[in-house]
């Protein structure tokens, strides 16, 4: 199993903390998150990211049964965001 699986599906193995990590992981391009990056009020927008984009995940954060991927986003600020907003990499 991957860092990427592992993270990403926690609800068979929740944790809270921080952890530091060394994977890759793809900002999704997938429709249910286009709200986040279009403008939506009803959304908090996501900036500063390119979706289809592969960051490095350096540290992941638990709260339970999720996880937040923290990473330098395209100006090298950290940034985390909910692991749902993700998917694997092509390794």
Do not use: W
Not at 17 to 35: H, I, N, Q, T, W
Not at 43 to 53: A, D, I, L, P
Request: aromatic fraction near 18%.
């Amino acid at each position: 199993m991957s860092q990427f699986d592992y993270y990403s599906n926690l609800d068979s193995h929740p944790f809270v903390g921080e952890r530091k990590v060394s994977f890759k992981a793809k900002m999704s391009e997938k429709p249910f998150l286009d709200g986040y990056f279009n403008g939506s009020p009803k959304h908090s927008q996501v900036e500063n990211v390119t979706r289809g984009k592969v960051y490095d995940i350096y540290k992941v954060e638990g709260f339970g049964d999720m996880a937040e991927f923290y990473f330098l986003d395209d100006t090298g600020k950290e940034q985390g965001l909910c692991d749902f907003f993700f998917e694997a990499a092509e390794e």
